[in-house]
């Protein structure tokens, strides 16, 4: 009789024991440990979600209330864009565990001791997290500075498909809480309809730097025949300037052709087109090519077109 598969599942050193791995085993090299009492098999992939299962092991398994908050949870509600990844892709972020008592410190774990009451849990695939509204309220109040409270309240509405209005309302019952105050100046500046954090960076710029008009984001562009024109990332329709976001996938070649021909269809009906990369994110430079492209579309005959807010498409 051949050996047993590996589970690919984490498993606390009691459960693997039942299992029938022996203690000697979990220490050879089919095993690792990422914390004390926490295995994983050493050929696992270390995606998101097995960094959230392999987390809430460490929280009571007594009965006693505890649960993951923060990207783990939007991750485990379906967000599956929140990978635990900072924005350079490759660093990561502490998981956020809400214990009922005091753990020691680890590293890659992040303790918080807020209250939560029995409707700020939900279960996600038999792992304890916070609920879509009390996880996008952390996300925002937890944030480093305005900007990145706005990128991550972005993101996180979207992929959790919830209304801006719901946590709004979340946040007004809790005016007190730590990070309240940054939530509530983020969300009058939140789109959902942006399709990456990099792209709302740039309304950012567009908005708080450059003091350009608040831009429609990824609308539809029509000609007037009714033709589909495209999709930019930005754009104000009181003088056609459109900014449009490159990140690295523009640089393949079929991507490249492709966003050619967008911008000679959305030159030829008079918009003026600013492009950025990662490297213009934040920087002056980019902001005095907005405004600098502000000014020629102001002075740029335009042909007629129409542009509207539809449903994104997929």
């Known amino acids: 009789m051949g050996a047993l598969p590996l589970p690919v599942h984490p498993l606390r050193t009691a459960e693997a024991l039942l299992l029938g791995i022996a203690a000697h085993e979990l220490r050879g090299p089919l095993w690792r440990a990422p914390w004390r009492g926490v295995h994983v098999p050493a050929d ?28 783990g949870a939007a991750h485990m509600l379906g967000a599956n864009e929140i990978d635990g990844l900072a924005d350079d892709g490759i660093t990561r972020l502490p998981v956020l565990l809400y214990p009922v008592h005091r753990l020691r410190p680890r590293r890659g774990i992040e303790h918080s001791r807020s209250a939560l009451t029995t409707g700020d849990v939900v279960d996600a695939g038999g792992v304890p997290v916070t609920s879509s509204v009390r996880t996008v309220f952390d996300l925002g109040r937890r944030a480093r500075d305005l900007r990145d409270a706005v990128v991550t309240l972005d993101q996180a509405l979207r992929c959790l498909d919830l209304g801006i209005d719901d946590v709004q309302e979340y946040a007004e019952a809790r005016p007190g809480w730590r990070g309240a105050g940054l939530l509530r100046q983020a969300l009058p500046l939140v789109n959902v309809r942006a399709r990456s954090r990099p792209e709302s960076r740039l309304r950012l710029v567009w908005l708080l730097d450059a003091h350009l008009p608040v831009p429609q984001v990824n609308p539809e562009v029509e ?4 033709r589909l024109l495209g999709l930019p990332d930005l754009l104000d329709p009181g003088t056609g300037l459109v900014g449009e976001y490159d990140g690295s996938q523009h640089r393949e070649l079929d991507q490249h052709s492709n966003d050619n021909v967008r911008e000679e269809r959305f030159e030829r009906i008079g918009l003026t087109v600013v492009r950025a990369t990662s490297r213009d994110l934040p920087g002056r430079l980019l902001v005095s090519r907005l405004q600098a492209g502000h000014e020629d579309a102001r002075r740029r005959p335009r042909g007629p077109w129409v542009s509207e807010e539809r449903a994104l498409r997929a």
């Open 44 to 71: 696992a992939e270390v995606d998101a979600e097995l960094r959230v299962r392999a987390a809430a092991l460490l929280l009571p398994d007594d009965g006693r209330v505890g649960t993951v908050g923060g990207w």
């Open 223 to 226: 000609d007037r025949r009714g």
